[in-house]
């Protein structure tokens, strides 16, 4: 016997299955983002990005929040 899709277990389970694809597309960004900005960090050996930003650098915060945007539309096309 087929579940009907609009009673309310299905609607329920659903939900269920959305939240939980949420958590996965959440961890799944956090961990690009993190890898990405080490490695991008690792790869450019003679500015440290961080103080320049803190200095109010806005050229390394536009750098840094492309590359943010990138992985994360990658990360988004991925899940």
């Known amino acids: 016997m087929e579940m009907d899709?609009?009673?309310f277990w299905a609607r329920l389970a659903n939900m269920g299955y959305a939240v939980l694809w949420s958590i996965a597309a959440a961890v799944g960004f956090s961990f690009g983002i993190g890898l990405a900005l080490k490695v991008f960090d690792k790869l450019s050996v003679d500015i440290?990005?961080?103080e320049?930003?803190?200095d109010g650098n806005i050229g390394v915060a536009l750098i840094f929040i492309s590359l943010?945007?990138?992985v994360g539309a990658l990360v988004y096309k991925v899940i």
């Open 5 to 7: 899709p609009f009673s």
């Open 48 to 50: 440290d990005e961080w």
């Open 52 to 54: 320049q930003i803190k």
């Open 68 to 70: 943010i945007v990138v």
